[in-house]
């Protein structure tokens, strides 16, 4: 979709104000999962996208209409979140230690009796997988999530990170050999004959307080956390090099707390 055939970004950048918020409310969710896989945490998240779809508007004039409007809103966002992106996360060497260590039955503090173990499973899969991608320095983490959990082609994500498709091939293939390499050798959800579950990882995950039992940041249904096993089957189906970014594709649609289409609104008020 360029801008000659959308007529939302026509009509914003002729000054309609109507038009430019359809056009951040459609940009919004899509910019928030980014940074949500990006950053790994919801709060990080939602500042970040906030900043994003701040650029967005404020440059729309900048768009050309060469690409999809979309696409050109994901570069617009992805450079404000690896000009973001702090240094210093876990290797795959010590993350791969930490996963080596379950805790021994009974040990930790106990789940309580009134959360449903589904969903604190649900809750350290989906934060452990995220955390997995921080293992990545920010290029290579931004090129798996733009190819391997959003599916964007070569061509598409090369765009995106204003690189050539030939070095987004690389990157991308890069980050694909140390997560899957990651969980192939300790998760088993990638592999059944791995001994490391998210259920029994519910007590350290607690104790170290990556899981707050009263406050969950990313399980958000017991029906979604109680029909996984049955996506987990189908996963396992798939050819080795598919299953991990199909496991984060499973992971339920995030939405931000805040309302980040109200907020640019409010910020830009005659715009």
Known sequence: ?????????RAALGGDKEALERLVERVQPLVYRL??????????AEDAAQEALIQIVTRLDRFSGRSAFDTWAYSVATRRFLSLARSGGPTFEEFSEELAHLPAPGSGPEA??????E???QEVRIGCTLAMLL????????????????GLDQRTG?????ISPAAFRKRLQRARDGIAGLMAKRCGLFDPANPCRCHKRIPIATELGRVDPRELVHATSVEQ???????????RRLDRAERAGALYRAHPEAHPKADLAGFVRRLFPDQ
Request: glycine content about 4%; overall charge negative.
């Open 1 to 9: 979709m360029t801008n000659e055939t959308d007529p939302d970004v």
């Open 35 to 44: 940074a949500l896989r990006f950053f790994g945490n919801p709060a990080d």
């Open 112 to 117: 309580p009796a009134d959360v449903d173990a």
């Open 119 to 121: 969903l604190l499973a």
């Open 135 to 150: 293992c990545l320095d920010p290029g290579h983490r931004m090129a798996f999530i733009l190819g391997e959990i959003m």
């Open 158 to 162: 090369a765009e995106v990170l204003d």
């Open 225 to 235: 956390a109680r029909r996984f096993p049955r996506v987990l089957d189908e996963i």
